[in-house]
């Protein structure tokens, strides 16, 4: 004998204690995409670099890549606790990255370091950005927002240090 359960569709409420704006859910979107994008262009330029330091530069594209990856999963999920759909497809992310192109040939590994620094700096300015925003809206995801730029900003400082002449480029000691 087999009994069928009857399955009534009742509409679930959730009733968080926060839901993120249009205004914030749009900043998320466009944090989400130049991380993914961020990730993206570091994996072509890890393909592709070739020339003096390669090996470093190739391991430094390794972490910058991580931390990419590791962020926009991060800020998919803040997405989504906050009730907001991400959309990470390819074609959204060609149509709104705030990165400039990454080249689809081999790169020399000095043109690499600047390339993969302005994206760095891209996404942080992105953060940047929109930071005041999401913290006068929802201090936890601006939390999120400063581990993101203390992490990108590191990575850009480091990768950029590649290309640098002591003493002879920016930055310049600070002189008390």
């Known amino acids: 004998m087999s009994e069928t359960l009857t399955q009534t569709t009742a509409a ?19 944090l989400s995409v130049d991380l993914i994008d961020l ?4 994996k072509q330029a ?4 070739v020339g003096k330091n390669f090996r470093d530069l190739h391991l430094q594209l390794d972490e910058m890549i ?5 962020f926009s999963d991060d800020v998919a999920e803040r997405m989504r606790a906050v009730y907001v759909v991400p959309d990470g497809r390819a074609a959204t992310v060609a ?21 993969a620094v302005a994206a760095l700096y891209a996404v942080a300015g992105t953060a940047r950005k929109i930071h005041d925003d999401v ?3 929802d201090p936890s995801t601006a939390d999120l927002l400063h581990a993101i ?8 400082w480091m990768i950029d240090a590649e290309n640098r002449v002591a003493g002879r480029s920016t ?5 008390g």
């Open 135 to 137: 913290d006068a809206e």
């Open 66 to 70: 991580d931390a990419a990856r590791g």
């Open 149 to 156: 730029l203390l992490r990108l900003e590191q990575l850009a």
């Open 12 to 30: 679930h409420n959730s009733h968080p204690a926060y839901k993120a704006s249009e205004k914030v859910a749009a900043h998320l979107q466009q």
């Open 95 to 115: 149509a709104q990255t705030s990165l400039a192109a990454f080249p689809a040939t081999e790169v020399d590994t000095a043109t690499t370091v600047d390339l």
């Open 46 to 49: 890890h393909w592709n670099v």
């Open 171 to 175: 930055p310049v000691a600070i002189q």
């Open 39 to 42: 990730h993206l262009q570091g």
